[in-house]
């Protein structure tokens, strides 16, 4: 556990399913705490308990649901995903639907992506100058920004590559934010919205 800014914890854990390691967050500077696209870390759950018990759990797509069962159960959290993702959850999970462009419990604002799958969140923290949450639209391998590769991406990677650049443009142009926060990658603190902007421009990329 790394702790990334005042309040906002980063790390990471291996995910068998994909075989790769998979990135998470927690902060206790939101009102209430929350977790984003959570897995329970090496230091196991408990390690929450002392720092301000989680109330919510973002999921910034389906797929990321990994394992806030457990902080549900453990901790009574409530676990929320876009409501277009709402069918993968069919065996007894609880899971709250949400619309796009909705202010959520603790300030956090869902902004919609949509591009790779019709759930696909972007989730923004007002806190440190802006933080900007992303699951699957960008990630981040080896200090490098980029998209996940054409395999993923269906019949048409290009045109999702373009709904991609066209919905994050329009929120770099909406919003300030100063940290990114990947599903897939380590965090990039400070001058995020400015690297954003050169990769989907293709400025040094």
Known sequence: MKEILPGVFHWKTFHQGIQAYVHSYYSN??????LIDPRVPAQGIE?????????HIYLTNRHHYRHSGRFAARYGAQVWCHKDG??????????????????LPGGILALKIAALCPEETALYLPLHGGILSLGDAIVRARG????????????DPEGVKHGLRKALLKHLREREFDHLLFAHGAPLIGGAQTSLGKFLQGIGY
């Open 86 to 103: 709402l069918h993968e959850f069919s065996h007894g999970e609880r899971v709250t639907g949400f619309s796009h462009g909705r202010q």
């Open 144 to 155: 490098k920004l980029g998209f996940v590769p054409d395999a993923y991406m269906g019949d």
């Open 29 to 34: 500077a939101a009102d209430p705490p929350l």
């Open 47 to 55: 390690w929450f308990a002392a720092r301000g018990a989680p109330r």
